[in-house]
């Protein structure tokens, strides 16, 4: 909902990051407008300000980003208040461009709603106000389990076919929404090949998310599932 006549209320955090904190937002069109009363929920993840801020490893993804004004480039490179200001601008970009990108390949992520400087609005993964539960806080039965996993190579095959690893994932950074797995975190999604540490990244990805589902029972390939998204990768 983007209506200019419509009123936002913070409901309050629902989860804090190193680098954002995410709020539950409700938003609504009053009685009276161009359009009768409704009102959806929203996740609005905002990157703190530069003097709280604390972006981990950001020099590695930030390989292969650059601006055009050398004075930016500069500022971010010396992490300068004014650079550090561009840095937080650049993640909530480029994960509000990720999730356009990702949403059109029909891929299980959260809906981007709209983008302002440093906030990000998007879609709530949740019901009734509560958000849906990160993987790992879920205990699956086993056929879910190994249809879970199965949702979760799909999505990790599309995004190595266009060429893309998500960069720190994890269950931590994945809801499960019913049945049905949701990736989110998408700032840092990683060039695999135009990254110098592209590879890497992938193959962190994919030896995070492989140690959890083997722990719980499932018999996994972390080899074979790297060499294939590799191979995905490089053809992209």
Excluded at 87 to 113: D, K, M, N, S, T
Excluded at 209 to 219: P, Q, T
Excluded at 228 to 233: K, M, N, S, T, Y
């Amino acid at each position: 909902m983007t209506n200019l006549g419509a009123v936002d209320e913070d409901l309050g955090i629902l989860k804090s990051g190193k680098e954002a904190d995410v709020h539950l937002v409700r938003r609504w069109v009053p009685d009276g407008t161009t359009h009768p009363a409704r009102d959806v929920t929203m996740a609005a993840k905002r990157y703190r300000p530069s003097e709280r801020r604390m972006f981990h490893r950001d020099a590695g993804y930030l390989e292969g980003r650059r601006v055009r004004r050398s004075r930016e480039t500069r500022a971010m490179a010396r992490r300068t208040e004014f650079g550090r200001e561009v840095i937080a601008v650049q993640w909530a970009g480029a994960e509000f461009g990720a999730l356009g990108r990702l949403w059109e390949l029909e891929l299980p992520v959260p809906y981007p709603v709209q983008l302002s400087d440093t906030e990000m609005l998007m879609e709530f993964i949740g019901h009734d106000g509560v958000a849906a539960p990160r993987l790992a806080q879920a205990r699956p039965e086993p056929d879910l389990l190994a249809e879970l996993w199965d949702q979760l190579v799909d999505a990790l095959e599309t995004l190595a076919e266009n060429g893309w690893a998500h960069g720190d994932l994890s269950a931590y950074n994945v809801l499960l929404d019913g049945e049905r797995l949701v990736i989110i975190d998408w700032p840092q999604i990683v060039d695999v090949i135009g990254n110098p540490n592209g590879f890497d990244y992938l193959e962190r990805d994919v030896t995070n998310v492989c140690s959890w589902f083997a722990a719980r029972g499932l018999d996994v390939d972390r080899h074979a599932l790297f060499g294939d998204l590799a191979a995905r990768a490089a053809g992209a």
